[in-house]
Each structure stands twice: as structure tokens, then as C-alpha cells.
């Protein structure tokens, strides 16, 4: 049990374009879903926290204009990078939440923006 | 002083070695306390959960001492599987709950 999912796995796009990344939950209803980014050789960095039919919560330094995320339903949440530059090039995963205690990981999308 | 540190290593030991890594964390009010292995180029995957009594999980032993805000693990009889990157991450429930990560401590077991 506990699986998300992410898609696509990778992506490959043209400088100031838009990507969308879904994320979801396949068995479980996540009350909360978790959006982080991680650049070569660093650790993971939380981005926004995002609950059901609300408004997410953005962490400092991460503009919320570029980076919209919508989280319609219990089983899916979506991040999509706006304008995309090759500095937004990252490994970004998703998890999701049905408690306060446990997060489970999406297998993550890797963005390469040319 | 970053939220959660950890030594990046490289931590290289031959099989079979034992190995431990330490991780500190600074806020006082952190509820609970996880070892993440990560493998390159995949998400983290959960390796266990860290309670104040010491928790053992086969070759795994993970340690917290509230009191120096410090975290351990453990590792018996490395074996070449074990290689990955360990993070230590930090459950803090301060409003809206989150996970700070450290930085891993990267492990190479060798033949």
C-alpha cells in the first residue's frame, strides 16, 4: 500500500515554456501532498505544502507565480513550472500524506530545460 | 547552523564493516525522526523510523538522544546493497507539519 506516483519521470522542454508535473496517490487519500526539488549532490529541499481544495503554502524563496500548484483532489496534485529556464533543471519529487506523522515519495520527474 | 547536518562522507568501508552515521538537528521542538536511504537518481525511500528508545531493524540500529539533539545509525555487515546516500530527516510539527532533510551522508561499500 502507500504508492504515489509521479508523471512523466522526465521531461525535456524548450526554454519559457510550461511543464506540468502530476502527482498521485494510488491507494490511499492524501490529505496533504509535499512538492521538493533537488539539484545534483544536494539533499531534497521542501517547495510548497499543498492540502486539498486550499490554497498551497509556499516556502521562502519559492515564487508561487512560477511555481503553481493545484491540488483539486485527494489523489492528485499537480506542479506546473511557468516559463521554464535552464536553472528551473531539477529532480522534483512529490509526496503525499494521510497523516502528520508519515509522507510516502513519488518516484520523481526529472525537468531538463534546454 | 543548518536545520539538520549531516558529514557528507564519502563513508568508503570494505563488506561486512560496521558503520555509523551521526546527524544533529537544531530545533528543539521536533517530533519525530527518520532515516531515508536514497539511491542515485531516485526518490528516498524509507529505511526507519528513529524512537527514544533505540530501534533495531536487522542489520540497522538507530539511536536519538533528545537532550544533544543528535541521531545515529547503525550499519552491521555492510554489504555491497548498502551503498546509497542516508539521509536523516526531521519531522517538525509546528503548524503545518514538514520533513526538513539533511544534506546525506554518501556510503560506499566495497568488494
Known amino acids: 500500500g502507500a504508492v504515489v506516483s509521479q508523471h512523466p519521470s522526465r521531461v525535456i522542454c524548450k526554454s519559457g515554456t510550461s511543464v506540468k508535473i502530476e502527482c498521485r496517490s494510488l491507494?490511499?487519500?492524501?490529505?496533504?501532498m509535499f512538492w521538493y526539488r533537488q539539484f545534483p549532490k544536494q539533499s531534497l529541499m521542501l517547495m510548497a505544502t499543498?492540502?486539498?481544495?486550499?490554497?498551497?503554502?509556499?516556502e521562502q524563496g519559492v515564487e508561487k507565480d512560477k511555481f503553481l500548484i493545484n491540488h483539486a483532489s485527494l489523489t492528485l496534485s499537480t506542479l506546473t513550472v511557468t516559463s521554464a529556464h535552464p536553472e528551473d533543471s531539477s529532480f522534483y519529487i512529490c509526496?503525499?500524506?494521510?497523516?502528520?506523522?508519515?509522507?510516502?515519495f513519488g518516484p520523481g520527474t526529472r525537468l531538463l530545460v534546454l | 547552523r543548518k536545520e539538520v547536518e549531516q558529514d557528507p562522507g564519502p563513508f568508503n568501508v570494505p563488506e561486512g564493516a560496521t558503520v555509523a552515521f551521526n546527524c544533529t538537528y537544531s530545533n528543539s521542538a521536533s517530533q519525530s525522526f527518520f532515516w531515508y536511504r536514497q539511491d542515485c537518481r531516485k526518490e528516498p525511500k524509507l529505511l526507519m523510523s528513529?524512537?527514544?528508545s533505540g530501534n533495531e531493524d536487522g542489520r540497522f540500529t538507530a539511536q536519538l538522544n533528545r537532550a544533544s539533539q543528535y541521531i545515529s545509525l547503525l550499519i552491521r555487515d555492510s554489504k555491497l546493497s548498502d551503498s546509497a546516500t542516508y539521509l536523516c530527516?526531521?519531522?517538525?510539527?509546528?503548524?503545518?507539519?514538514?520533513?526538513?532533510f539533511g544534506t546525506g551522508t554518501r556510503l560506499k561499500v566495497l568488494a
Open positions: 491507494d490511499f487519500q492524501a490529505t496533504t
Open positions: 499543498s492540502n486539498e481544495g486550499s490554497k498551497a503554502t509556499y
Open positions: 528513529v524512537y527514544s
Open positions: 530527516v526531521v519531522n517538525e510539527i509546528s503548524g503545518t507539519y514538514k520533513y526538513i
Open positions: 509526496s503525499a500524506s494521510s497523516s502528520r506523522e508519515t509522507q510516502y
